[in-house]
């Protein structure tokens, strides 16, 4: 948590991300990582040195809920015709029983 607060700290002194990123000794896209999320924060340098590095992850690392899993009805395989049972043919079946089954009603 002291590379994230050294980065934060350097950042809100108006350094580089590649100035950052040297005197840190961690790549650019990393300091691009943690400067970016601790925009979308939205706590200024100020608020921010004053939290614990528990308040820091909750903050920076917000957890968005997941959507749930698309569960696909198993197929009847022993009711199609042995024609559609070439490569393929199956996965297409498949995606327009999945397309037919997720249509939004209003």
């Known amino acids: 948590m ?5 980065i934060i700290r350097l950042f809100s002194l108006e ?26 924060s939205g706590t200024t340098y100020d ?5 614990t590095d528990e308040e820091i992850k909750s903050r920076l690392f917000l957890k968005l809920p997941k959507e ?14 042995a024609s559609f049972r070439l490569a393929g043919v199956l996965m297409l079946l498949r995606q327009e029983q999945s397309s037919v089954l997720f249509v939004k009603l209003d």
């Open 47 to 51: 608020e921010f040195a004053l939290l």
């Open 68 to 81: 749930p899993k698309k569960v696909m009805p198993d197929m009847n395989y022993h009711r199609i015709p």
């Open 15 to 40: 350094l580089s991300v590649r100035k950052i990123a040297l005197s840190c000794n961690i790549s650019i896209s990393t300091v691009s990582f943690y400067v970016n999320r601790f925009k979308s």
């Open 2 to 6: 002291k590379t994230v607060r050294e």
